[in-house]
């Protein structure tokens, strides 16, 4: 089992897990990717998932969200099965998949209201703060299909920056199409999350140079069936 814990005080020992993976197990294409993937997170902890590719990463990250279903075992979200939390999941936890999932024809500006609209809706202020800090301040109002991949990829990771943004972030891949500036900056606004008392889960190749105290990596490659 692969559970840590950050700096706690007596009485957080009492507080219930952030998000609980219990002996979880997954197919796809009628071929097992792995099995017997169990771990436990509290506010406070980041958990770098690797391993080969194809060994199910972005699949394991998935059943995590809720977006597909285990073969074996179950995720628990605050205390709860994640199957009895369908209408609550936008507000507890925020998915950035690894395609960037802007809408071409929107500009900068309307993707991040439309992406931060799942969690709770934002003022245009907010916004347009948000792409400030990843760097896209004056494109705004540009259409996403005139932008590069690593812009829109920035337009997505906007979403890190609004204010009342779910305390769990599952990450898949974010730092694809990043220059080193912006590697540097979102690992640091990471470490700085969980600082705060949120909680990391992301998927990278990428060995991360920034680690909070409560940090641990899982290679699901050791998990292959």
């Not at 005080?9 to 071929?31: F, K, M, T, W, Y």
């Not at 309307?110 to 494109?139: D, F, M, S, Y």
């Not at 890190?160 to 599952?170: E, F, K, M, Q």
């Amino acid at each position: 089992m692969h559970e840590f814990y950050g700096p706690k005080d007596a009485e957080s020992d009492a507080v219930c897990p952030v998000l609980d993976a219990v002996a979880l197990g997954c197919e796809r294409d009628q071929r097992r990717l792995f099995t017997g993937v169990t771990f436990r997170l509290h506010a406070g902890d980041m958990l770098r998932i690797h391993g080969p590719n194809g060994s199910g990463k972005s699949s394991l990250l998935r059943l995590l969200c809720g977006l597909a279903q285990p073969v074996a075992g179950h995720v628990e979200l605050f205390g709860q099965a994640l199957t009895h939390q369908r209408g609550a999941l936008a507000s507890r936890l925020l998915w950035i998949g690894h395609a960037a999932g802007v809408k071409a024809l929107l500009t900068a500006e309307e993707n991040l209201a439309w992406l931060g609209a799942l969690h709770a809706r934002g003022a245009t202020a907010a916004i347009g703060q948000a792409l400030a800090v990843v760097g896209l301040r004056g494109l705004e109002d540009t259409p996403c299909y005139a932008l590069s991949a690593g812009q829109q990829r920035r337009i997505a990771l906007a979403r890190l920056y609004l204010p009342r943004a779910p305390a769990l972030w599952l990450l898949d891949e974010p730092f694809t199409a990043l220059d080193t500036a912006g590697t540097t900056q979102l690992e640091a606004h990471l470490a700085m999350h969980c600082g705060r008392g949120g909680t990391v889960v992301l998927s990278t190749h990428h060995e991360l140079t920034r680690r909070v105290q409560a940090y641990a990596d899982l290679d699901l490659g050791q998990y292959a069936t």
